[in-house]
């Protein structure tokens, strides 16, 4: 069942978070040109968009591959408890490893989520070493992506 949620967008509001979602990199002459806006109220929506913190920010999608971090995989992470100390310690464990890309708590089968990089299987195997011996870590399974198939950034715009 989904949930209904309006922040109180149009379909123009949408039009300009699906386009900049799929190229945060386009000039707002060519936002408002894909909208069909003028430049001026192209960019006051643009801007309220940002304010509001429905547009968090821009990235540039870099290939880790090309980077030298030949290596994704997951870890899914069980902990000794689930005391709130327990919790937000781990999550600034796993927040300060550059390799850890995302740290999600997750509802069954673990505690926590992990999408790691690295630079190879035996940079993956002491990843994975130092998550097992991290303090309450009870459990580490972890999983090594083979191909990915999609890769889409953000949310569906509807």
Known sequence: MTRD????LDSVDRQILAELQEDGRMTNVEL??????SAPPCLR?????EE???IRGYHADVDP???GWEVTFFALVGLESQK???LDAFEALASSWPEVRE????RGGGDFLLRLVARDTAHENELTARLTNAPTVLKVQTLQTIR???????????
Do not use: S, Y
């Open 65 to 67: 591959v090309a980077l």
């Open 32 to 37: 408002a040109r894909r909208v069909n806006l």
């Open 103 to 106: 740290c999600h708590m997750i």
């Open 45 to 49: 929506r643009v801007r309220r968009l």
């Open 148 to 158: 990915t198939a999609k890769d889409a950034a953000g949310v569906p715009i509807t």
């Open 5 to 8: 949620h309006d922040p109180g």
């Open 52 to 54: 509001t913190g429905i």
């Open 84 to 86: 709130q100390a327990v």
